[in-house]
């Protein structure tokens, strides 16, 4: 059983229906279950071989509203345990701690049995902001998260260190386990300017392209204003960004503000990402925080120049003027500079994409990633029943 809140566009979101397809694939009875509801992404559910989709579709109530908060706590739990009872699975993985922690508990009252393991998937790091109040209370959650968990798998060296160190997580039980990209939609892309022509961009220019969620954590708007310097010295530039998300209105206010309107296209959520990457001829990914960005391994994979921000496990995947560049995490002129060197070096431009082409299908590819993660969830299973 994964489980996983909805099926909204996500690095968690993929990575769990991703597992659950391979799984499926490899000969294992795969279950998703989702907390809120459903999603774009349940298209990419091969429920052709089996996977099972089992929608709670329970919303949660803001805390601040303590009545509602508390019925929906009540209602979430029957409703996950009778999930449990019903589908008695072997184990359960989770990829939200929130989850995790429901979970564990579901696993405590139902008593479907002692030696159900839970795995949990971290993709971001413990602790992303000010250590506030808010911030306490929510890394003393992770901790008793954790506490219940069989083993974790951390998407990247930088999130393991960080359960280790913030949380006190024993180092034997943390496992890396660096995201994937299933390559067959990459198997066979149409040329650059066919993907330009259908997403009706302009043929001759240069395109830049960003793809995620459109949340505080990307830091689009740095990349909004680096292009407005960008573009002094290359106006036939283009920019454009795949995604939606609650901050769009900021995007957009950024964009009118900077006068860059005419070079900008806000391409919203998309079915067919490969085909809007085979348009772009640079990637960028301006995030301030990250775990392993899935989006930078796709435009990878793609065989595009990747320009990201060396945060988290970014710099585990690209290795700095070998598979890509890297700048510091908030430095909009080392991203203007960065854009502009190669937009004027076809050369370097070429020999990045080649190269990190070369690293995504070797190592990042589904097979390869499924195969390591069925042998942890084996190890979970064996340990259990131990």
């Known amino acids: 059983m994964q489980v996983i809140p909805d099926l909204r566009v996500g690095g968690a979101e993929r990575v769990a229906v991703t597992l659950a397809n391979g799984l499926a694939e490899?000969?294992?009875?795969?279950?998703?279950?989702?907390?809120?509801?459903?999603g774009p992404q349940e298209e990419l559910l091969r429920k052709?071989?089996?996977?099972?989709?089992?929608?709670?579709?329970?919303?949660?109530?803001?805390?601040?509203?303590?009545?509602?908060?508390a019925r929906g706590v009540r209602k979430l739990r029957t409703s996950f345990d009778n999930a449990l009872n019903e589908f008695q699975p072997d184990i359960v993985q989770t990829h939200i701690p929130e989850d995790d922690l429901l979970a564990s508990d579901s696993?405590?009252?139902?008593?479907?049995?002692?030696?159900?393991p839970l795995v949990h998937s971290l993709h971001f790091h413990l602790h992303r902001e000010?250590?506030?109040?808010?911030?306490?209370?929510?890394?003393?959650?992770?901790?008793?998260?954790?506490?219940?968990?069989?083993?974790?798998?951390?998407?990247?060296?930088?999130?393991?260190?960080?359960?280790e160190e913030r949380a006190s997580y024993p180092a034997d039980r943390i496992s890396v386990l660096h995201n994937c990209v299933d390559l067959r939609p990459y198997e066979q892309l149409p040329s650059r300017p066919e993907a330009k022509a259908a997403l009706g961009l302009p043929p001759d220019a240069p395109l830049v392209l960003s793809v995620g969620r459109l949340h505080l954590a990307k830091n689009f708007p740095m990349l909004v204003r680096a292009s407005a310097e960008v573009l002094r010295v290359h106006p036939k530039a283009h920019f454009a960004l795949v995604g939606e998300g609650d901050e769009r209105a900021k995007i957009e206010a950024e964009i009118m503000r900077q006068g860059v309107s005419e070079s900008w296209t806000l391409l919203g959520q998309r079915p067919d990402v490969p085909h809007c990457l085979a348009a772009a001829d640079s990637f960028v990914q301006p995030?301030?925080?990250?775990?392993?960005?899935?989006?930078?391994?796709?435009?990878?994979?793609?065989?595009?120049?990747?320009?990201?921000?060396?945060?988290?496990?970014?710099?585990?995947?690209?290795?700095?003027?070998?598979?890509?560049l890297l700048i510091p995490r908030g430095d909009e002129a080392e991203l203007s500079a960065t854009l502009l060197r190669l937009l004027s070096d076809s050369e370097t431009s070429a020999r990045l994409a080649s190269s990190a082409k070369q690293l995504a299908w070797a190592h990042y590819n589904l097979d390869a990633y499924i195969g390591r993660a069925v042998s942890g969830l084996r190890a979970a299973l064996e340990v259990a029943h131990a």
């Open 26 to 38: 490899s000969g294992h009875d795969a279950l998703l279950l989702t907390i809120r509801g459903s």
């Open 48 to 69: 052709d071989i089996g996977v099972q989709l089992h929608v709670l579709g329970i919303q949660r109530a803001p805390i601040r509203q303590p009545i509602a908060f």
């Open 107 to 116: 696993v405590r009252r139902t008593g479907i049995g002692v030696h159900v």
């Open 130 to 163: 000010k250590m506030d109040l808010r911030g306490r209370v929510r890394l003393h959650m992770f901790k008793r998260m954790l506490n219940r968990t069989r083993s974790v798998w951390a998407v990247s060296g930088a999130v393991a260190r960080a359960i």
């Open 287 to 324: 995030s301030d925080w990250e775990g392993c960005p899935i989006a930078v391994v796709e435009a990878m994979a793609a065989g595009l120049p990747v320009i990201a921000t060396d945060v988290a496990g970014v710099g585990e995947v690209i290795k700095h003027e070998t598979h890509g």
